[in-house]
């Protein structure tokens, strides 16, 4: 079952600039979390923000989450071209099972 | 390397074949996943494994059978598959219990191609 929807499917920036994903969610939930794959790789875990926090940092990368709207956002700052790849964000809510559902994923092309 | 390692990284076959996914980790993790990726889908969750114990199959047809003989190794065994079956087949690994806060750890996956 599908859980979390990303947006914008696909984006198209140029090394320097930022790049905003968002994700929204149907359900509760006790953490979201975010990942990257890179093209038909395995995922690396980026960030995990519980649910009650409503920021959280680490690098370039910056996370906002609104449990009232049931939505993330994923923030990278100053693009790289080797930030290239898919971005998925990913909930779980222990309550049923403790399974992570992930989104779609938005696919991110930074071009030098 | 993440610590998540999968055998064979990719793997043809027929459909009257029996071939099997291996999946190791030395994380020390209790969880074990197997996800099914394909394309313009979101990630599929298959199977949990919680302390060898399986606690989710998610309505998974039974040509998968999955194998965990310790919280180590997870086997995805395959047989009579379908052309659509064809994906990528991500293994994850988690903490669980207390240390549930915590990503999880994917492999690299195996590429599937059913013919």
């Known amino acids: 079952s599908q859980q979390g929807e990303e947006d914008p499917q696909a984006l198209s920036i140029q090394e320097g600039e930022n790049a905003t994903m968002n994700c929204s969610y149907k359900?509760?939930?006790?953490?979201l979390q975010w990942y990257r794959q890179n093209s038909g790789r395995g995922l690396v875990h980026l960030i995990l923000?519980?649910?009650?926090?409503r920021e959280k940092h680490s690098g370039r990368l910056r996370v906002t989450l609104d449990t009232s709207k049931k939505s993330s956002s994923l923030l990278i700052t100053a693009s790289r071209a080797a930030d290239t790849a898919s971005y998925f964000c990913?909930?779980?809510?222990?309550?049923?099972?403790?399974?992570?559902?992930f989104g779609q994923g938005t696919e991110l092309s930074v071009k030098p | 390397e993440t610590g998540v390692t999968q055998t064979p990284r990719h793997l043809v076959m027929g459909m009257t074949n029996k071939k099997s996914l291996k999946c190791e980790q030395h994380?020390?993790?209790?969880?074990m996943y197997w996800y099914k990726q394909s394309a313009k889908k979101p990630l599929e969750l298959m199977f949990v494994?919680?302390?060898?114990?399986?606690?989710e199959n998610n309505s998974v047809p039974s040509r998968f059978s999955p194998e965990c003989p310790n919280s180590s190794h997870l086997f995805l065994h395959l047989h009579t598959l379908q052309p659509e079956d064809s994906a990528l087949y991500l293994c994850?690994?988690?903490?669980?219990?207390?240390?549930?806060?915590?990503?999880?750890?994917f492999g690299s996956g195996t590429r599937l191609t059913v013919v």
């Open positions: 990913a909930t779980i809510d222990y309550n049923q099972g403790g399974k992570l559902i």
């Open positions: 923000i519980r649910s009650n926090e």
């Open positions: 494994y919680n302390f060898k114990e399986q606690t």
């Open positions: 994380l020390g993790h209790n969880a």
């Open positions: 994850a690994s988690s903490g669980g219990g207390s240390n549930r806060d915590y990503g999880y750890t």
């Open positions: 359900t509760s939930i006790n953490n």
